[in-house]
């Protein structure tokens, strides 16, 4: 009983902040909770929604943030007022989705939930990748790129037809953002350079690589194959969340039902000491980056696929820092060692709430890092065992004073 209970404790202060965030929205925002269920009909145009990146830049002012907040509200006078057109939004495999805000939270968070997976393992290494947003923009490049010339008909690939041939830029993105996870190990790992200044090259310079790709334009697309990841819905949910899914049951089986995960918190927990037990702690580091090189261009093409386009100045900006926030809030030590993948999750979706909340109540893009970060602060206290005990030492201390008076 002990034990059980101890294998979810570091999910009890996300899901309760995640709980009063909940509440909080039930209380003072309008249709918060509400969900509808709508049909997609191949013969008529989808309905379409105002496209507002995850990443709005502080420039964009308090217009940014009435846009924002107002994608829920606006969706219906959208369906009334235009007929859009087809581009995967609103395309359903059985014909029917939910639509609402809880919804379009999961679907928004997809990017930070990809991301988390990655860098959870990075973390439980006790090194950190804070290029994860630089290869995003770099996945989200090329995609763009090679989608744009093979809806041109300029390469050989063409001639596969546009359900079919989508798949090349999804391959050459992955492939391309597992090479930047490569790079990223084999500096940290085979070099032996410090992680936060390994990663930050890339970081650097990977924004400059995605203008390279891109020749410094903002390349847009509309192919229904590739937009459909972050627009279109399968089993009434967005296919971002599915994607999402089967990446958490992959990397749960991989870590939890082989021995790579005990040699992952292993390294983490004492290097040396892995290795003079047999264990390759170069190889094991050298793969995490791996891993979270190929979810960081998964990343990427989410966010490409959800505005339609490549923007390399502004894909992924920051959300290196949600998904580091994301898994330290889920329980898992900057020092390495154990991991929590679930808690990962719940800490992104708990970014993801109150991010969007922040934007409904009309709150400035601006400041809108400032009360994220004091969420932030509150739950790392609260999952710190010695910041409770020295709390609950404190009241202890005062209810004996008070009896021996």
Same mark, same amino acid.
């Given at each position: 009983?002990?034990?059980?209970?101890?294998?979810f404790?570091?999910?009890v202060?996300?899901?309760?902040?995640?709980a009063?965030?909940l509440?909080f929205?039930?209380i003072f925002?309008?249709?918060?909770?509400?969900?509808e269920?709508?049909?997609s009909d191949?013969?008529q145009?989808?309905?379409?929604?105002?496209?507002v990146p995850?990443?709005l830049?502080?420039?964009?002012?308090?217009?940014a943030?009435?846009?924002?907040g107002?994608?829920?509200s606006a969706?219906?006078e959208a369906?009334?007022?235009?007929?859009?057109k087809?581009?995967?939004?609103? *395309?359903?495999?059985? @014909?029917?989705? $939910?639509?609402?805000?809880?919804i379009? /939270?999961?679907?928004?968070?997809?990017? =930070? #939930? *990809?991301?988390?997976? @990655?860098?959870? $393992?990075?973390?439980a290494t006790?090194? /950190?990748?804070?290029?994860?947003?630089? =290869? #995003?923009?770099?996945?989200g490049?090329?995609?763009a790129?090679l989608?744009?010339?093979l809806?041109?008909?300029?390469?050989?690939g063409?001639?596969l037809g546009?359900?079919?041939?989508?798949i090349?830029?999804?391959?050459?993105a992955?492939?391309?953002?597992?090479?930047?996870?490569?790079?990223n190990?084999?500096l940290?790992?085979?070099?032996g350079?410090?992680p936060?200044?390994?990663?930050?090259?890339?970081m650097v310079?990977?924004?400059?690589?995605?203008q390279l790709?891109?020749?410094g334009?903002i390349?847009?697309?509309?192919?229904?194959g590739l937009?459909?990841l972050?627009?279109?819905h399968?089993?009434f949910l967005?296919f971002?969340?599915?994607?999402?899914v089967?990446?958490?049951v992959?990397?749960g089986?991989?870590?939890?039902?082989?021995?790579l995960?005990l040699?992952?918190e292993s390294?983490?927990n004492?290097?040396?000491a892995?290795r003079?037990?047999?264990?390759?702690a170069?190889?094991?580091?050298?793969?995490?980056?791996?891993?979270c090189?190929?979810?960081a261009?998964?990343?990427?093409l989410l966010?490409a696929?959800?505005?339609k386009?490549?923007?390399s100045?502004n894909a992924g900006l920051?959300?290196?820092?949600d998904?580091?926030?994301a898994?330290?809030i889920?329980?898992?030590?900057m020092?390495g060692g154990?991991?929590?993948?679930?808690?990962?999750l719940?800490g992104?979706?708990?970014?993801q709430?109150?991010?969007?909340t922040?934007?409904?109540?009309?709150?400035?893009?601006?400041?809108?890092?400032v009360?994220?970060?004091m969420?932030?602060?509150?739950?790392c206290?609260l999952?710190?065992?010695?910041?409770r005990?020295?709390?609950?030492?404190i009241?202890?201390?005062?209810?004996a004073?008070?009896?021996?008076?």
């Amino acid at each position: 009983m002990n034990k059980s209970s101890n294998k979810f404790r570091h999910l009890v202060w996300p899901l309760v902040s995640l709980a009063l965030l909940l509440l909080f929205n039930a209380i003072f925002t309008d249709n918060f909770f509400k969900i509808e269920i709508k049909k997609s009909d191949s013969a008529q145009e989808s309905v379409q929604q105002p496209a507002v990146p995850d990443e709005l830049p502080a420039a964009a002012g308090e217009a940014a943030a009435q846009v924002e907040g107002a994608v829920q509200s606006a969706a219906p006078e959208a369906e009334q007022a235009q007929a859009p057109k087809k581009d995967g939004k609103g *395309v359903s495999i059985f @014909g029917y989705y $939910l639509y609402g805000t809880p919804i379009d /939270i999961l679907n928004q968070g997809s990017k =930070v #939930m *990809v991301l988390a997976i @990655g860098m959870t $393992l990075v973390i439980a290494t006790g090194g /950190i990748d804070i290029s994860v947003g630089a =290869v #995003m923009a770099i996945a989200g490049a090329i995609a763009a790129l090679l989608i744009s010339m093979l809806d041109a008909g300029n390469c050989i690939g063409a001639g596969l037809g546009p359900s079919v041939y989508w798949i090349i830029p999804v391959l050459a993105a992955l492939v391309l953002a597992t090479v930047a996870g490569f790079w990223n190990g084999m500096l940290v790992a085979g070099f032996g350079i410090q992680p936060m200044v390994a990663t930050l090259v890339l970081m650097v310079a990977g924004r400059g690589v995605a203008q390279l790709i891109t020749d410094g334009q903002i390349i847009t697309f509309d192919n229904p194959g590739l937009v459909f990841l972050c627009n279109g819905h399968a089993l009434f949910l967005p296919f971002s969340v599915w994607i999402v899914v089967a990446m958490y049951v992959i990397a749960g089986l991989l870590t939890r039902k082989t021995a790579l995960g005990l040699f992952i918190e292993s390294v983490g927990n004492n290097e040396r000491a892995s290795r003079y037990a047999g264990i390759e702690a170069r190889r094991i580091k050298w793969l995490t980056y791996v891993i979270c090189g190929f979810c960081a261009g998964v990343a990427g093409l989410l966010a490409a696929s959800n505005i339609k386009c490549a923007d390399s100045n502004n894909a992924g900006l920051y959300l290196e820092l949600d998904a580091i926030l994301a898994t330290v809030i889920g329980g898992t030590s900057m020092a390495g060692g154990r991991f929590f993948l679930s808690g990962s999750l719940v800490g992104a979706i708990l970014i993801q709430t109150l991010t969007t909340t922040m934007y409904m109540k009309n709150v400035s893009p601006a400041i809108v890092a400032v009360p994220k970060a004091m969420v932030v602060i509150i739950v790392c206290l609260l999952q710190s065992p010695v910041f409770r005990a020295k709390v609950l030492s404190i009241f202890a201390s005062k209810a004996a004073k008070g009896g021996v008076q």
